[in-house]
């Protein structure tokens, strides 16, 4: 067959010929239609929009036509009240069970009751100035200075008083002394006579009968040396002082006599335990003592009465005259601070003032906002309708954020997509989604994210979480198990300006685009084919923001309606002599020059 093929082509040289030159015409005349090499570079243009840019993270799953979610209360507390019964239908919002508010309630209310306060205090330093509060002021103001010279009366008056305090317990306190040093320190006949001093015939006539004899001795002895000694000290000063003194010197006076009187008394006591231990031990043997011993004790007596007398009025003395001195610390701060209140009322308020007030009524409505809130928190409520498949609480139990008190049951469909554990953080519940089928290509629905798994799934090291999104609307043809992907819209930006994702690119850490000079820009959307540009197209530095699938935010470089570059549609070789040099320009980036590219039709 072959042979006889190549017997035929032999015969008719000519007419193969013409046949493999048509043959070879028509198949360079096709690769030309097919493969255009017109030696240009062709672009793909795009203009800057203003516009919504949706960020959502995609997931797939099926779908489930019998989906239960527990209900979860926001707040801990004591079931009130259980609305909620199985196999009831309740539709989206609809309250399930009541947990104890009062004390959310009550929370309310003073935070409302703060806000109004707050309120208030704004308008009254807003209003005018009127009589009734400057007359007010001034009256304060008065009644400080008054009170300051009513202490100081009251002063000079404690220090009178303590002066003549002093002045009488000099009247008596020499008795005491005289007569405490006759007691201890004369030979009485009474006591037996002979050359012994009374407080050694005390100590000596038991110290066979008890050692302590002598220790009382002592202590009596050192008592009343020591009162001797700040007796003196303080009389000698007593007489070289007046009521015309400083009021210092008098002040001194006073604490110096009270300390004298207290030392005289600690003498008289210790004479007092000396006497009283002699008589002790006589009346243990049965030994009848001295009479002039009970004429001692009884004079001691009322050495005690005495000294306790002028130590209670000069310890009075000396805190009066420290409270008047304070009162007159207190007074003159009081003054102080009333002359600046009427200054400033006479001034009315100042921007610092209103600021601080406004500021205060937003701190407020947060409050009270916020109480609100934790007062919704004690309503469970279901997220979406459906029929109460469970009721897990009852009136009486305690409720918690981990403890469900009812499961729901979805009527409509519900998507369950599988996140990893890195797109699961920015989910939350109620974020709104897109969902497409694979079933049913021309169907989107729209709907929302009612659960989100607290403890995610770990498959050959790979941790994935279960996001079930309910349906916004039912739409017959999606069925149960059926393949379902979903968009869920984590952040959503209006009007920003937005570029496709391609259009931007990068080099050296910083983002441009691509965008032809402005007579080229023009002629961008002229050819359905690609844009052709006579220039070399130039590098626009931008600053990005936040980027989804498609899209690009541009904070700063672009404006709406700039034509940028989004991809090269063709990029042929093509003649040295068709080259042009430059490159591609960019400001402020490096490596701004670089090769040529084709150039189009000047």
């Known amino acids: 067959m072959i042979s006889k093929l190549f017997r035929q082509v032999k015969k008719h040289r000519f007419a193969a010929g013409v046949f493999l030159f048509i043959i070879a015409g028509m198949g360079y005349w096709g690769y030309g239609k097919i493969f255009n090499s017109d030696g240009v570079i062709r672009y793909a243009t795009a203009k800057v929009q ?12 099926q779908v489930s036509a019998f989906n239960q979610v527990d209900i979860k209360p926001k707040a801990s507390g004591e079931i009130t009240v259980v609305y909620a019964k199985s196999g009831q239908e309740v539709d989206a919002g609809a309250v399930l069970a009541a947990i104890d508010s009062s004390d959310a309630e009550r929370a309310v209310r003073d935070a409302e009751t703060s806000l109004e306060t707050a309120k208030l205090e704004l308008d009254k330093i807003l209003e005018p100035l009127d009589e009734l509060t400057l007359l007010q002021a001034e009256n304060s103001l008065v009644q400080a200075q008054e009170s300051k010279q009513k202490a100081e009366d009251n002063l000079k008056k404690a220090y009178e008083d303590g002066f003549n305090t002093v002045a009488n317990a000099f009247l008596n306190l020499p008795a005491v002394m005289t007569g405490l040093y006759d007691m201890l320190f004369s030979s009485d006949s009474g006591l037996g006579g002979g050359n012994q001093w009374n407080i050694d015939f005390y100590a000596n006539a038991v110290k066979n009968y008890d050692e302590k004899a002598m220790q009382y001795k002592a202590d009596t002895s050192d008592k009343y040396q020591t009162a001797r000694a700040a007796y003196d000290k303080n009389f000698d000063n007593y007489k070289l002082t007046s009521r015309f003194s400083e009021r210092t010197v008098i002040e001194s006076l006073i604490s110096e006599t009270y300390d004298t009187a207290k030392r005289i008394a600690e003498a008289v006591k210790s004479a007092n335990n000396l006497i009283q231990f002699y008589q002790d031990k006589f009346t243990e043997r049965g030994l009848k003592p001295q009479a002039l011993s009970n004429t001692h004790l009884a004079s001691l007596n009322s050495y005690t009465g005495t000294t306790n007398s002028y130590l209670s009025s000069l310890l009075s003395a000396e805190r009066s005259i420290q409270d008047y001195k304070e009162s007159i610390v207190s007074a003159e701060r009081s003054i102080e601070e009333k002359t600046l209140s009427l200054a400033k009322i006479k001034e009315g308020p100042d921007d610092l003032d209103i600021r601080a007030k406004k500021i205060t009524i937003r701190q407020k409505e947060d409050a009270f906002t916020t109480a609100k809130q934790a007062l919704a928190n004690h309503y469970v409520r279901a997220p979406f309708a459906g029929v109460i498949a469970k009721v897990n609480g009852k009136k009486g139990d305690t409720a918690s954020a981990g403890t469900a008190v009812a499961t729901l049951v979805t009527k409509q469909k519900i998507a369950e997509v599988s996140l990893n554990e890195i797109d699961v953080a920015k989910i939350k519940t109620g974020q709104k989604a897109t969902l497409t089928f694979d079933a049913v290509p021309d169907l989107t629905l729209t709907g929302q994210v009612a659960e989100v798994d607290a403890v995610g799934t770990v498959s050959q090291g790979v941790v994935t979480y279960t996001v079930k999104i309910g349906f916004d609307t039912q739409d017959d043809r999606v069925k149960t198990a059926m393949s379902v992907s979903a968009a869920i819209i984590t952040e959503a930006k209006p009007n920003v300006l937005l570029v ?12 441009y685009v691509e965008v ?50 989004t991809r090269t549609i063709q990029s042929n070789t093509v003649q040295p002599t068709q080259q042009q040099s430059g490159g591609l320009r960019i400001p402020g980036l490096p490596g701004g020059g670089g090769g040529g590219r084709g150039g189009g039709p000047r």
């Open 50 to 61: 203003n516009g919504t840019l949706i960020v959502s993270i995609t997931g797939s799953g």
């Open 500 to 511: 496709p994702n391609s259009a931007v690119k990068s080099q050296g850490g910083l983002s």
């Open 516 to 565: 032809p000079d402005e007579s080229d820009a023009v002629l961008a959307a002229t050819d359905p084919n690609g844009a052709v540009f006579r220039n070399s197209l130039r590098r626009q530095p931008v600053e990005i923001g936040t980027t989804s699938d498609e899209f690009t935010e541009i904070v700063n470089g672009l404006k709406e309606g700039d034509v940028i570059v």
